[in-house]
């Protein structure tokens, strides 16, 4: 069996690893699902996604010159509907770098024509302010944490030794 880039095919999960996941594809060619294609959330660990001996919907999305081939397992359950919702949330299907049609440069609408108003987003289960302070207390620990390691290689309290 060739393998075509943008075929969906199915393959059994034989490993796991911090960047990733390899996948054996029905022709025992082995593939890599890199992390940030296993699922279209944030994926920290692979394994709370997948584990070995799973059976998994993967697109092959490239194989390069030396045989490696590079699979997508997120982009094997989009469909274009989806798509289409993503690039909604961006303001419509505008390219990129362009400004909406009915502003001016300054920023206010032109005369005659409606205001650009991006759609909302859908509703995040973790509010901005949970992952601000969540954030803040991670950052105190790790300077703490910091500060002591410095202070316990220079003997404490930053005094300097008498010679």
């Known amino acids: 069996m060739d393998l075509e880039i943008g075929s969906i095919v199915e393959g059994t999960v034989t490993g796991i690893a911090k960047f990733g996941a390899f996948v054996e594809l029905p022709d025992k060619k082995v593939g890599l699902v890199h992390i940030s ?6 994926v920290n660990d692979v394994n709370d996604y997948l584990k070995v001996h799973d ?20 982009q094997a359950q989009a469909s274009a509907p989806v798509a289409r919702e993503k690039r909604a949330d961006r303001g419509g299907d505008r390219p990129e770098g362009r400004r909406p049609q009915g502003r001016s440069f300054g920023g206010r609408p032109q005369e005659g024509r409606r205001e650009f108003r991006p759609q909302k987003r859908h509703e995040v289960s973790v509010s901005f302010e949970d992952k601000l302070s969540r954030f803040l207390k991670d950052s105190d620990e790790r300077l703490l944490d910091l500060k002591r390691n410095v202070e316990s ?11």
């Open 37 to 42: 294609e296993v699922s279209s959330e944030y």
């Open 55 to 74: 059976t998994v919907k993967v697109k092959v999305i490239s194989v390069d010159a030396k045989g490696k081939i590079a699979l997508s397992i997120k």
């Open 153 to 163: 290689k220079r003997g404490g309290r930053g005094a300097r030794r008498a010679d």
